[in-house]
């Protein structure tokens, strides 16, 4: 099993929010959990303006103003689950706490799925990807920018390298543990 350095917290509607820097694995380990649980699964690189898209094809790292609509409007996806009574599954970078901050808006009922990894464990994996619009020389910049989860805030904290199967039955133990 995959051993994680915090707990989370919360009761269901819950939304799970896989977290990390490009190439992490955000959309493997998102599919995996929202098939293992039967929820919700939204790919937040989907919600991006085409400007944002654009900027990042071109190697121009966003900011946060480019940044701020996107994740409000993620945050209101989840918040509409959680109104409707429904659990899901989000992909978003989440680099910086304000960030996380937007997404949770207030409510435990959000956590965070932090992808741990280093430059050297996750760049190969970015230079094999096909189909997306980050392109590999953006990986720095998005380190740069990453702030590690504090204690304070409600994720869990996994390392990459661990396999899709025991990075989700973690997941699935830490969610089965919360109040319903």
């Not at 269901?12 to 699964?41: E, F, H, I």
């Amino acid at each position: 099993m995959v051993p994680s350095t915090r707990t989370l917290a919360g009761r269901r509607p819950l939304v799970l929010v896989v977290m990390g820097v490009s190439g992490c694995g955000k959309s493997t380990l998102a599919d995996a959990l929202a098939t293992a649980l039967g929820w919700n699964r939204l790919e937040g690189d989907e919600l991006h303006p085409k400007n944002n898209i654009d900027k990042m094809s071109a190697g121009i790292p966003l900011t946060d103003e480019d940044r701020f609509p996107w994740l409000q409007e993620i945050a209101a996806r989840a918040q509409k689950w959680i109104a409707q009574g429904e659990c899901g599954v989000i992909t978003c970078s989440a680099l910086k706490e304000r960030y996380r901050e937007i997404l949770c808006a207030g409510t435990t009922q959000v956590c965070f799925i932090y992808l741990k990894g280093t430059r050297e464990q996750i760049f190969p994996r970015l230079s094999q990807r096909k189909g997306h619009f980050m392109p590999t020389k953006m990986l720095d910049s998005q380190f740069n920018t990453l702030e590690e989860p504090g204690q304070h805030e409600n994720m869990m904290e996994l390392d990459v390298m661990a396999s899709v199967p025991d990075l989700t039955k973690a997941v699935v133990k830490e969610i089965n543990a919360l109040p319903q």
